[in-house]
């Protein structure tokens, strides 16, 4: 398998685990509630990033994520497609990592944010999903 393969590969993996570790905690039974938000580097759009809310209490087992639009701006999705996130206390991540045609080959590269944010040990990112819209914050963020 390519390399540009392998790396789109694991990326949807990563994504299906997400999804089915939340539907094992829980299912859509629970309150889920719409979040959206914006993710700029150095004042242009991240386009491209991921974004993932990890919750504070792991008893929760609900992580949410989203891929940042074209515009800046992202939706969580938890159960579904841009259905937002249970209310609870999040540790946000973020990754963006470029890819390049190298050989015929796509190549991923290191992280635009300089792994500041990529795991939740390290991420000062947190935010909290109450009932109701969710408006979080812009992240201006800065090489």
């Given at each position: 398998m390519m390399l540009h393969e392998r790396g789109r590969v694991l990326r949807r993996a990563l994504l299906?685990?997400?999804c089915l570790i939340s539907a094992g905690c829980g299912g859509s039974s629970a309150e889920i509630?719409?979040?959206r938000g914006e993710v700029y580097l150095n004042g242009q759009?991240?386009?491209?990033?991921?974004?993932?809310?990890?919750p504070v209490d792991g008893e929760l087992c609900s992580p949410a994520f989203a891929t940042v639009n074209e515009d800046g701006s992202f939706e969580l999705s938890t159960y579904g497609k841009n259905d937002g996130a249970e209310p609870g206390d999040y540790i946000v991540t973020l990754n963006w990592r470029d890819e390049q045609?190298?050989?015929?080959?796509?190549v991923t590269g290191p992280d635009r944010f300089k792994e500041r944010y990529s795991k939740?040990?390290?991420?000062?990112?947190?935010?909290t999903v109450i009932e109701g819209?969710?408006?979080v914050p812009r992240y201006d963020l800065t090489e």
């Open positions: 299906a685990v997400t509630y719409p979040v759009p991240a386009a491209g990033a991921l974004v993932h809310f990890h045609k190298v050989d015929d080959e796509f939740p040990k390290v991420s000062e990112l947190k935010v819209e969710n408006l």
